[in-house]
DNA sequence: ATAAACTTTCAGTAATTTCTGAAACTTCTG
DNA sequence: CAGAAGTTTCAGAAATTACTGAAAGTTTAT
């Protein structure tokens, strides 16, 4: 598993960046290596391309796991465990996104939810509620949003974001076309 | 500033929430501390109120201030400096999701046009470069998706959203509304 | 210009997170 | 079923990140 230079920056990149994306170094440096390698990879492999202990690698894909971003791919013959990608990369965004929406904010509206429930002890109070029940709608719609896009599949969604600034004139034609459905406000 | 007890728990939570949103406790704390609270508060009393140092308080309006969703806010008469949310829920939100777009997205977008203009020193390099190459894409989608969405303005970006399955549907038919534009492969 | 009111900076410390490596565990194989 | 091949766990060490508080810096009032 001789790590080319080009590889070897993107690999260490992704490392750095792994803590922004939800993860840690080590977690991103693993998938990078998994995504931009052809070959399925042995953890063994994993830990020696990276100078990594074996405990470390063994814990980074569980987590790559967790997430679903990367899955084992067993080579007949061989007694070891190999990984692989767990999709192309429109997949693996997906998952990501999803996984840091259950992370970010699926936690929140369920507080937001408890805190809504109490009556107000007073003006103040009242007044907090009523902000916080501004930004449960808005996590709400997004959440809501966010799994939409994921049903109109990749080539739907691709179409749709390449739509650009036609997004807006289509939004003004919107009521001629769904007549009486999904009247907003 | 006394915290009532609704405020209390979901200032902390928006503290233990804040290190998965991009900043850290303290930072989360104060946020939330200010948008619940009606009137301007100032540095001192968000330090009395979550019980920090003076230190940490100025580091994290500082650092709030560079994500723009708090501001100062000077009150006549008054010595010091109170602090305000920089908007509604909304705007806020598109705050953090463009302030983290540039933080999380940008540096590899950067990282990856380099790496793709180096010819592949071999078969390996190749197969990675194309792989990068389908990551670049689809970060530059997404990103000039995000500038889309946020040049519609709230009102027409919510009714967006709360089309929910309309929108496949509008797909469909989209050919026929904006003929000859933005044909997509 | 001095002093009072307030803010920021930053070196050192505390808290948290990540990583290692040895021990425990789980297959497989002959 | 012994032992070889491979994996996981987890306590402690290392690295990173966050916080404090005292000193330096600003601004305003007199």
Redesign the interface.
């Known amino acids: 598993m001789k790590m080319?230079?080009?590889?070897t920056?993107?690999v260490m990149?992704?490392g750095e960046?792994g803590s922004?994306?939800?993860f840690n170094r080590t977690v991103g440096q693993i998938l990078a290596l998994i995504?931009?390698?052809?070959e399925p990879i042995s953890a063994q492999e994993v830990a020696d391309a990276l100078n990594i202990s074996r405990g470390n690698t063994s814990m980074g894909l569980k987590e790559l796991q967790s997430w679903r971003l990367v899955k084992q791919h067993h080579v007949p013959g061989e007694r070891k465990e190999f990984f692989i990608p767990a999709g192309?990369?429109?997949t693996l965004?997906n998952r990501v996104f999803e996984e840091r929406r259950k992370?970010?904010i699926d936690?929140?509206m369920s507080?937001?939810r408890d805190?809504l429930l109490?009556a107000?002890?007073?003006e103040?109070?009242a007044?907090?509620?009523h902000?916080?029940n501004?930004?449960h709608d808005?996590l709400e719609?997004?959440t809501?949003?966010s799994e939409?896009?994921q049903?109109?599949g990749p080539e739907?969604l691709?179409?749709?974001?390449?739509?650009?600034?036609?997004?807006?004139?289509?939004?003004e034609?919107?009521d001629k076309?769904?007549p009486g459905?999904?009247s907003?406000n």
């Open positions: 080319t230079p080009l590889i920056s993107a990149h992704f960046m922004r994306w939800g995504v931009l390698n052809e192309d990369i429109w965004a992370r970010e936690p929140t507080l937001l805190l109490d107000p002890a007073n103040k109070e007044n907090a509620q902000k916080l501004e930004i808005l719609s997004i809501a949003w939409e896009l049903n109109l739907k691709n179409t749709l974001m390449k739509l650009g600034s036609g997004v807006g004139r289509m939004l034609l919107k076309l769904l459905k999904n907003v």
